[in-house]
């Protein structure tokens, strides 16, 4: 596709429930990176994939967020048993390479945990 | 650990004038790369403007300019004849040739004004 697409656009579950969210990358990128951005804050990384190497996981929070990619297409990000504390926007964003090349981000995903 | 520290949660522009919003970093780096990214209410990140800092010539993209002060740490994005399409949220964002994910500042609120 033209840009960086993210599913779903909002996602409502209640406490202790699991979610999977999912990034398309654009076509070609071979780096693929999670943020988080919870209400009136800066994006904090989550997570980062760079071809086949070893993802870059130095940014998840804890051990109930996990993310996968393979290869250089799509990307889930799941978070299990959801705590409050979860909600924000999932921001997923891919670049041509590592290493300073421009980000390009998606619409996110805006998680509420009830 | 890398910083980006942004002074000014809030500046207001009249159309048409110019604006200069603040940016500061910390790092031991010598390889990095500096960004400034635009997010509007619809929440998607746009990017405004990248300079590597191995160049010493400021970036600038149409009404968009920096001046990056390396031995300052300093980054400032100026708007000239600012546009109500300006009025967004203005991240100033981080990263190094190695380590490719983003650290972004808390972010400068601008409105623009008739």
Redesign the interface.
């Known amino acids: 596709g033209a840009g960086v697409s993210q599913s779903p656009s909002n996602k409502v579950t209640e406490k202790g429930k699991d979610v999977e969210l999912r990034c398309d990358p654009i076509s070609g990128h071979t780096a693929l990176y999670w943020y988080r951005q919870r209400l009136g804050q800066g994006l904090e990384f989550l997570i980062y994939f760079q071809g086949n190497s070893a993802p870059d996981k130095s940014g998840l929070p804890s051990d109930r967020f996990s993310a996968e990619r393979t290869g250089e297409s799509v990307s889930t990000l799941t978070i299990q048993r959801t705590q409050q504390e979860d909600s924000a926007v999932y921001l997923c964003a891919s670049s041509s390479s590592g290493g300073g090349q421009p980000q390009h981000f998606g619409d996110g995903t805006r998680l509420s945990i009830l | 650990a890398q910083t980006v520290t942004q002074s000014q949660p809030e500046m207001s522009v009249q159309e048409a004038e110019t604006v200069t919003l603040s940016c500061t970093y910390d790092t031991s780096e010598s390889d990095?790369?500096l960004?400034w990214?635009k997010q509007p209410p619809?929440?998607?990140?746009?990017?405004v403007i990248?300079q590597?800092a191995y160049k010493q010539q400021n970036a600038t993209e149409n009404r968009f300019s920096v001046n990056f002060q390396k031995a300052a740490k300093s980054f400032s994005l100026k708007i000239s004849d600012s546009q109500l399409g300006d009025a967004a949220m203005y991240?100033c964002?981080y990263?190094?040739?190695?380590?490719?994910?983003?650290?972004?500042?808390?972010?400068t609120r601008l409105q623009v004004t008739l």
């Open positions: 990095y790369y960004f990214y619809s929440r998607q990140m746009i990017l990248r590597e991240f964002a990263s190094t040739g190695t380590a490719s994910k983003l650290t972004f500042g808390t972010g």
